[in-house]
């Protein structure tokens, strides 16, 4: 759930609508599982999904971009993750970076 306060004609506005994106409530509503609560509740698997980031100081932005595969795919969770620090990437443009890799599931 969000509040969003609109101020017509004012840069509070602008400002907002940068802000969020039309995949946020998506991305909001999708958690990491963990295999400890994966095993008590039913499930099923949509697919592989994959997310990557250059930014290597954390795992962060690439598990981010791993939910944000997961929301296309239209998943309710993303299981059985693993992220791995990857060399040079010309397609990525990076001289290093992290890929997170999961399981994206629904549950029934």
């Not at 690439?62 to 929301?71: E, G, H, P, S």
């Not at 795919?73 to 992220?83: E, F, M, W």
Request: charged letters at 25%; aromatic letters at 2%.
């Amino acid at each position: 759930m969000a509040l969003v306060v609109q101020v017509q004609d004012s840069a509070e506005d602008v400002v907002l609508s940068r802000l969020f994106t039309p995949d946020s409530a998506a991305v909001l509503g999708i958690e990491i599982v963990e295999d400890s609560n994966l095993a008590a509740r039913k499930h099923q698997v949509i697919g592989r999904v994959t997310g990557g980031s250059c930014d290597t100081s954390s795992e962060a932005p690439a598990r981010l971009d791993l939910i944000r595969q997961a929301a296309r795919k239209r998943a309710d969770g993303v299981a059985r993750v693993t992220c791995q620090k990857r060399g040079a990437s010309l397609t990525r443009g990076c001289l290093s970076w992290i890929e997170c890799a999961g399981d994206a599931i629904g549950w029934p």
